[in-house]
Every structure is written in structure tokens, then in C-alpha cells.
């Protein structure tokens, strides 16, 4: 990993693309792979299979009994299709949420300039 992430870019990688709700500890391996870019696990194999996997290499951890050294590849995985596609779709609803909050602030500001209007 050659990029220290923000609180909000880990938010987005950890539940658009590591989120397992089959591994109870998924958080906290993901969390390991995105700060350090590797991580030791209890047992074998890696538990994404696919997408996110595609991008993380195990090997055997030769220092501890049944466990497999798990090795995240950010760089190579910043630039696939499917961290584009992803991020992409992501920036299109905030930007959707952007245009909701103005049109909101619009409907305030009109609402608050009728209101001072009404003791003239």
C-alpha cells in the first residue's frame, strides 16, 4: 500500500468491496489488508472468493500454526474495472444526494425569505 486512506475512502473499500457477512471477522482483516497490505489469518485459503479476492494472495504464514498470510494488492486493484465501475456508481449518487440537498436549501431559503416578509 503506498496511500494512506482517510476514514471515508476505508468506509467505502471496506463495505463496497470486503463486506462478508459470512465471516464474522471480515472487518477486521479488511481493515489489516487496507492499512498494512498484508494480514495473518487463522486457517486456509482466503475467505473472498472473487471480486475483492481476485486482488489479495495467500500463502502459507510459515511463523504460526494453520494460517495463511494474506497479501492485498491496492495498486493493482485501484486501476481494475471493477473499483471504477464502483466508484463511479458511488459518485453518481452523491452527486444525486448533492442535487437533493440544494434544491432543499433553496426550498429554505424560501421559506425563511416568505416568513421575514411577512411582517413588512
Do not use: H
Amino acid at each position: 500500500m503506498t496511500t494512506e486512506l482517510t476514514e471515508y475512502q476505508k468506509e467505502f473499500l471496506l463495505n463496497t468491496f470486503f463486506k462478508n457477512d459470512y465471516y464474522p471477522g471480515w472487518k477486521n482483516i479488511a481493515t489489516k489488508l487496507l492499512d498494512n497490505g498484508s494480514c495473518v489469518v487463522a486457517g486456509d485459503g482466503c475467505i473472498w472468493k472473487g471480486g475483492i479476492g481476485n486482488f489479495i494472495k495467500t500463502e502459507v504464514a510459515n511463523d504460526f500454526v494453520d494460517c495463511t498470510l494474506y497479501k492485498f494488492d491496492f495498486d493493482y486493484f485501484a486501476t481494475s474495472y471493477m473499483f471504477k465501475e464502483a466508484k463511479d456508481n458511488y459518485l453518481t449518487i452523491i452527486s444525486s444526494k448533492k442535487e437533493d440537498v440544494v434544491k432543499r436549501i433553496s426550498e429554505l431559503n424560501k421559506e425563511g425569505f416568505e416568513i421575514v416578509n411577512l411582517s413588512r
